[in-house]
């Protein structure tokens, strides 16, 4: 069992920047490979970036590339993302999520999702 607890979300102006951060305890986070999805409101959960254990793969989504980079710090058990040139269309609640799996990224299914973080960008 992994337990995963974002934190880092809020409130912030297009153009802003801002700094997630995925707490995970249980299992050997090194273990797994970790994702970052967002859900806004009336909207399907959609994928944002995913990274692999050793953090030396990434993968992004069209719609953040260049925007957005996911890291990991295994020490610490921590998975980052962060978000420059934030626009309205990124406001959502954003997941992260974990997968038991040394394979490199993209990937079709998690097995631990967090409870998520809202971050809202005004115009």
């Known amino acids: 069992q992994v337990h995963l607890v974002e934190s880092g979300g809020g409130l912030v102006q297009a153009g802003d920047s801002l700094r997630l951060s995925c707490a995970a305890s249980g299992r050997t986070f090194s273990s797994y490979a970790m994702g970052w999805f967002r859900q806004a409101p009336g909207k399907e959960r959609e994928f944002v970036a995913a990274?692999?254990?050793?953090?030396?793969?990434?993968y992004y989504s069209d719609s953040v590339s260049g925007r957005f980079t996911i890291s990991r710090d295994n020490a610490r058990n921590t998975m980052y993302l962060q978000m420059n040139s934030l626009k309205p269309e990124d406001t959502a609640i954003y997941y992260c999520?974990?997968?038991?799996?040394?394979?490199?990224?993209?990937?079709?299914?998690?097995?631990?999702w967090g409870q998520g973080t809202q971050v809202t960008v005004s115009s």
């Open positions: 990274i692999n254990w050793s953090g030396r793969r990434t």
């Open positions: 999520a974990a997968r038991y799996t040394y394979a490199d990224p993209p990937y079709t299914k998690y097995d631990y």
